[in-house]
């Protein structure tokens, strides 16, 4: 671990993890890094450079992806481990891990969020704001779980796939990789088509 952390994207979802780092306490500087040149800094924290400066602090800094959109962090994270730099994983101090959970690098668990026992998180996935992730879960890499979101016992979320805000998805489901899943909606049959889904139970509305 290293004493500096540079944080990539200065957005909403960016100052969310700046926050989460400020609250872990184990970094005496926390900078930005951002494409926009229009931002000199956010909530008090310096923005010292753009995306492609990330390998001139290699030797000096953890590296966390703020990107909310699952593909582009996926591409930006990547990138960033093929160059030998060190990212990092954030957990709020306020979320509840269960015994026997494993999480990948990169990934970020917000505040009042409970991963319950046995289950596996991937790298680089958004875990948001007071989901809850039951036991036994596989959440493949690069997932994000939005604010809300309850998935029970033995569910199976794949690759890149987007559960929208207080979305639900039932016991034993497995949804595969490239899906959205609505604002609001229940899942209760497994997901097999890359798609978007929406609704109670959820309906396909991207054909
Ligand atoms: C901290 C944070 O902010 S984290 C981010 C949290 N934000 C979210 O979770 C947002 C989740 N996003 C959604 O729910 C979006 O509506 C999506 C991704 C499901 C769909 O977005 P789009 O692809 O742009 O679809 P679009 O808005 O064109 O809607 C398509 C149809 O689905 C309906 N629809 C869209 N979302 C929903 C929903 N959540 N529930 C029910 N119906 C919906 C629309 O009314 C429309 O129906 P129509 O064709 O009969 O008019």
Redesign the pocket.
């Known amino acids: 671990m290293k004493d500096k952390l540079i944080i990539i994207g200065a957005s909403?979802?960016g100052k969310?993890i700046a926050d989460i780092a400020i609250k872990m306490n184990k970094w005496q500087t926390i900078a930005f890094l951002d494409d926009d040149e229009s931002i000199k800094a956010s909530m008090g924290l310096e923005i010292i450079g753009k995306t492609a400066d990330a390998f001139t602090y290699k030797d000096e800094a953890d590296f966390f992806v703020a990107i909310?959109t699952n593909a582009t962090r996926e591409k930006v994270q990547e990138k960033l481990i093929a160059q030998g730099i060190n990212v990092i994983s954030l957990i709020h101090p306020d979320s509840v891990i269960g015994t026997d959970v494993e999480i990948g690098i990169g990934t970020a668990v917000m505040a009042g969020v409970v991963i319950n026992s046995s289950s596996r998180i991937g790298k680089g996935c958004i875990i948001?704001?007071c989901s809850s992730v039951d036991h036994d879960n596989i959440i493949e890499d690069y997932v994000?779980i939005?604010?809300g979101v309850r998935t029970a016992g033995n569910v199976g979320i794949g690759k890149v796939t987007?559960l929208?805000?207080s979305s639900v998805i039932n016991n034993n489901i497995n949804i595969c990789s490239g899906c959205?899943?609505?604002?609001?909606?229940v899942v209760v049959k497994d997901i097999t088509e890359p798609g978007?889904y929406?609704?109670v139970p959820v309906r396909r509305?991207?054909r």
């Open positions: 909403g979802h969310v909310g948001n704001t994000h939005s604010p987007w929208g805000i959205k899943v609505g604002a609001g909606a978007t929406v609704g509305v991207d």
